[in-house]
């Protein structure tokens, strides 16, 4: 069987350059969208990724045709946020149960829009991995409330009507990432030359 790279010329596998940056920066997102991050730091990571990539992008970009890197590098940020935002989703639609827990705690988060951090456990005494985050102080400590959780803690719980409004994140993250791709092998194409 043939290879198809073979028959390329090799700069234009240079756009894999582009791609791999996205793709660290996308990893990276990923695992701010976990759990493993407290949700109102995301803000800072997505800043933080931002001007990583930038700062990649800036070294190994060069010779890249301009319109195209241009688009790549909008739709590519574009994807880094979706993946940041739609991680927890995208984990609790794929491999996430609905439990009975009960709020152990309450934190308040300041800033431009107060948003309420509640710690849970399952009735069973087990607490359930990362905080559920509502924009209004609707629960107090004690009450019973119904949440998707991840079973191994990886995302961050949400109610049910939270999760329906992320439906099918995760299929809209792998088109995005290969729309992303085709547009950095775009970008990375050598120029044709000028006919004299």
């Given at each position: 069987m043939r290879n198809p790279f073979r028959a390329m010329h090799p700069r234009q596998l240079r756009g894999l350059r582009l791609f791999l940056v996205i793709t660290v920066a996308a990893l990276a997102a990923g695992l701010a969208g976990s759990a493993l991050l407290p949700a109102e730091h995301r803000g800072l990571a997505v800043g933080l990724i931002l001007a990583a990539g930038l700062a990649a992008s800036w070294f190994a970009l060069s010779?890249?045709?301009?319109?195209?890197?241009?688009?790549?590098?909008?739709?590519?940020?574009?994807?880094?946020?979706?993946?940041?935002?739609?991680?927890?989703?995208?984990?609790?639609?794929?491999?996430?149960?609905?439990?009975?827990a009960q709020v152990m705690s309450l934190r308040e988060s300041g800033g431009s829009a107060d948003r309420y951090h509640y710690a849970m456990a399952a009735h069973?005494?087990?607490?359930?991995?990362?905080?559920?985050?509502?924009?209004?102080?609707?629960?107090?400590?004690?009450?019973?409330?119904?949440?998707?959780?991840?079973?191994?803690?990886?995302?961050?719980?949400?109610?049910?009507?939270?999760?329906?409004?992320?439906?099918?994140?995760?299929?809209?993250?792998?088109?995005?990432?290969?729309?992303?791709?085709?547009?950095?092998?775009?970008?990375?194409?050598?120029r044709r030359a000028k006919a004299s």
């Amino acid at each position: 069987m043939r290879n198809p790279f073979r028959a390329m010329h090799p700069r234009q596998l240079r756009g894999l350059r582009l791609f791999l940056v996205i793709t660290v920066a996308a990893l990276a997102a990923g695992l701010a969208g976990s759990a493993l991050l407290p949700a109102e730091h995301r803000g800072l990571a997505v800043g933080l990724i931002l001007a990583a990539g930038l700062a990649a992008s800036w070294f190994a970009l060069s010779g890249f045709r301009p319109v195209w890197t241009a688009v790549a590098a909008v739709i590519g940020f574009l994807f880094v946020v979706i993946v940041l935002r739609e991680t927890g989703p995208s984990l609790l639609q794929l491999r996430g149960g609905q439990v009975e827990a009960q709020v152990m705690s309450l934190r308040e988060s300041g800033g431009s829009a107060d948003r309420y951090h509640y710690a849970m456990a399952a009735h069973s005494g087990r607490a359930v991995g990362g905080e559920l985050t509502v924009d209004e102080n609707a629960y107090r400590v004690g009450e019973s409330v119904t949440v998707v959780e991840d079973p191994d803690g990886l995302a961050h719980p949400m109610l049910p009507s939270q999760l329906t409004e992320h439906r099918q994140s995760w299929l809209a993250v792998i088109v995005l990432y290969l729309v992303t791709a085709v547009l950095c092998l775009l970008a990375g194409r050598p120029r044709r030359a000028k006919a004299s």
